[in-house]
């Protein structure tokens, strides 16, 4: 069965500190995996996308890294600010006919001054 | 990129009545899609909205229960029918050019149903 699964389900940590976020998943035949930022009351919003043949993508202060052969993600976020308070969605996109992505519970990340 | 707005942001509706949310797109898309995002879970597939032709729907779901139109590239609606307070839930559009590109969400339609 095709499952996304996150840790930790929730996470506090203070302004300026780093935090990694995992992803692991028993998805095939796989495409990509994606990290999405959803903000309380707002649609998801892209961070990364890895294919198979990538094992690391940044966008700003935010690092994905991709094992295939393990099946494990993560999402690291350095210098963290406020405004990364926010659910992180791991998604994994199956390769086949249509669009068939596979959702992650989210990791919940708040972030104190 | 895509921007995508949904309306209404939300709503609050009676038990047994329909409403309908449209999902707007400011390019043209292959593909959109809508979801559901339940309190505290992660987003669910409803149906991939095809142009011109029925919806195509996950298990779980039914056209009676969640028909969908989409007459052109860029407009999507769906309409929760015949609601009951486990219809509440926030209602995502999204959209994309490939199944391998980038998917964009809307902000969401935030349904209560009392």
């Known amino acids: 069965k095709n499952q996304v699964e996150q840790s930790p389900q929730s996470l506090i940590i203070l302004e300026g500190k780093n935090c990694t976020l995992q992803c692991n998943y028993t998805v095939s035949p796989f495409s990509n995996l994606r990290w999405y930022k959803q903000d309380t009351g707002r649609g998801p919003v892209s961070l990364t996308i890895?294919?198979?043949?990538?094992n690391t993508k940044s966008n700003g202060r935010y690092t994905a890294t991709l094992d295939a052969d393990t099946k494990q993600s993560s999402l690291h976020i350095t210098a963290s600010q406020l405004s990364d308070s926010a659910s992180y969605i791991c998604v994994v996109s199956a390769r086949q006919a249509g669009t068939a992505l596979i959702f992650g519970k989210g990791t919940t990340l708040s972030v104190s001054s | 990129s895509a921007v995508i707005s949904q309306k209404p942001s939300r709503d609050i509706c009676q038990r047994g009545t329909s409403l309908t949310i449209q999902c707007q797109v400011d390019?043209?898309?292959?593909?959109m899609f809508w979801y559901r995002q339940q309190p505290g879970q992660s987003l669910t597939l409803i149906a991939t909205a095809n142009q011109g032709s029925e919806a195509t729907y996950e298990s779980g779901f039914v056209i009676d229960k969640f028909p969908i139109s989409r007459p052109n590239l860029t407009f999507s609606t769906l309409t929760v029918s015949n609601m009951s307070p486990e219809d509440s839930s926030i209602y995502l559009c999204s959209a994309s050019r490939d199944s391998t590109y980038e998917q964009y969400f809307g902000p969401g339609t935030r349904l209560t149903v009392t």
């Open positions: 390019s043209q898309v292959t593909m």
């Open positions: 890895m294919t198979f043949s990538e």
